[in-house]
């Protein structure tokens, strides 16, 4: 992969391969696309586009720029960051894809992750995308993640449709090794199986953890302790676990997040229907997730942490094992809502419990008594006459809030 003068990008960007020799993985689909792309120099094809899909850092986009590159054709891309609703591709994408270039070199229209149109701003963005193909005099090529989603249901029948594979571990050898000699860095063979290991066949992802390796200047230091250091946000926890299906990857996915335990459980629980859409698959990884609440539980109850094993090959091999139906595709994940709920709950049921404590002290009776012959009159007479709330507050000696919610039910 070539160098680029910017030294400041980073080395994914850097080391953006320039030349389809410079691509490893997927390369009978490559051939098909440029035989494909070739064909227009004749003919317009039945099909003018082509969906890739397939996960991240599977060289989709990366195999594209170098196509264009190769075969001298003016590359016009539309990315997720730009605004991509009905009225702008009606107009910017269609413009280009009608129109004929200035120079007369051919032109490859590309659409990144056609499967992020989403909510309103984007919407009737597919249908636009369809009258653009319909128009077009150029190739169209598209990217997209998720092969389930809805958003491709009308593309799949107008498109050429080719899926593109994890990156094998002799691809990526070859690509860090020659990345590292670039940038004149020394690295050990233990270190690039452990980043290609930690991948989950994500080139991309491999090449910053290659970064991140070589700038810390880190050689001396073991292996474990240098990725140990790595910390994974919560969104790149929840997708590298659930990309792999690898239960010692997963387990490593697990131990480099900065997510506790138990936030872990309620992440993993709050987002595991997305990726698991069978009857069969959600059975096996729910029941997976709750022998390993289990283990959680019995650990904090009696910190006994040699139980952390079991939590996590429960959640290695019972949930991320078993996704066997299902292919991984790219979602947006929601935050656990309900340990908000079950907390708020708990602060209601401590106001509550310190009132009765304190009725059952003053009248010599036990708390179920007093919530039956004292708290529920002295609620009414609340509800009757609101102003007497802080007498009572101050006889019990609690918070105000504590009686008044009470007092409203």
């Not at 697990?254 to 009857?279: K, Q, T």
């Not at 029941?287 to 959680?296: I, K, T």
Request: with cysteine; proline share 4%.
């Amino acid at each position: 992969m070539m160098l680029v003068n910017n030294e400041s990008l980073p080395w994914p960007e850097k080391h953006r391969p320039r030349s389809l020799d410079q691509i490893v993985g997927n390369l009978d689909t490559i051939s098909m696309m440029k035989a494909w792309i070739l064909s227009w120099k004749t003919h317009i094809p039945d099909k003018r586009a082509i969906l890739l899909i397939g996960p991240p850092g599977t060289g989709k986009t990366a195999s594209i720029g170098a196509l264009a590159n190769d075969l001298d054709m003016e590359l016009v891309e539309f990315n997720s960051s730009d605004k991509r609703n009905k009225d702008s591709i009606e107009t910017l994408v269609w413009r280009a894809a009608s129109q004929q270039t200035l120079d007369g070199r051919a032109r490859i229209i590309l659409l990144d992750e056609v499967d992020g149109l989403s909510g309103t701003s984007d919407r009737g963005g597919v249908g636009a995308i369809i009258k653009v193909i319909k128009d077009s005099v150029h190739p169209i090529l598209m990217t997209a993640n998720d092969p389930n989603s809805p958003r491709l249901k009308d593309l799949y029948k107008i498109c050429h449709v080719y899926n593109f594979e994890p990156i094998d571990s002799e691809g990526m050898i070859r690509i860090l090794t020659r990345i590292a000699k670039l940038n004149k860095a020394e690295v050990s063979q233990d270190v690039v199986d452990q980043i290609i290991e930690n991948s989950a066949g994500d080139l991309r992802a491999a090449i910053s953890d290659l970064e991140t390796y070589v700038k810390r200047g880190t050689t001396s230091q073991s292996v474990e302790s240098i990725f140990r250091d790595v910390r994974r946000g919560t969104e790149e926890t929840l997708r590298r676990f659930f990309m792999t299906t690898e239960p010692k990857l997963a387990r490593r996915i697990l131990s480099e997040s900065e997510l506790d335990h138990g936030s872990l459980i309620l992440w993993l629980e709050e987002n595991l229907h997305l990726h698991f859409l069978s009857p069969e698959e959600l059975d096996s990884g729910f029941n997976g997730l709750s022998l390993a609440d289990l283990s959680l539980g019995r650990i904090m109850r009696n910190q006994n942490w040699n139980l952390l094993a079991y939590m996590y090959d429960f959640l290695a091999v019972g949930v991320a094992g078993s996704r066997t139906d299902t292919p991984y595709r790219k979602v947006s994940y929601s935050k656990p809502t309900w340990p908000l709920l079950v907390w708020q709950g708990n602060k209601s049921r401590d106001k509550r419990s310190d009132v009765l404590t304190s009725l059952s002290q003053l009248a010599g009776v036990s708390k179920r008594r007093a919530t039956r012959t004292h708290l529920d009159t002295i609620t009414e007479i609340i509800g009757i006459t609101p102003s007497r709330i802080k007498d009572y507050a101050n006889w019990l000696g609690v918070d105000k809030a504590s009686l008044k919610k009470r007092g409203r039910r």
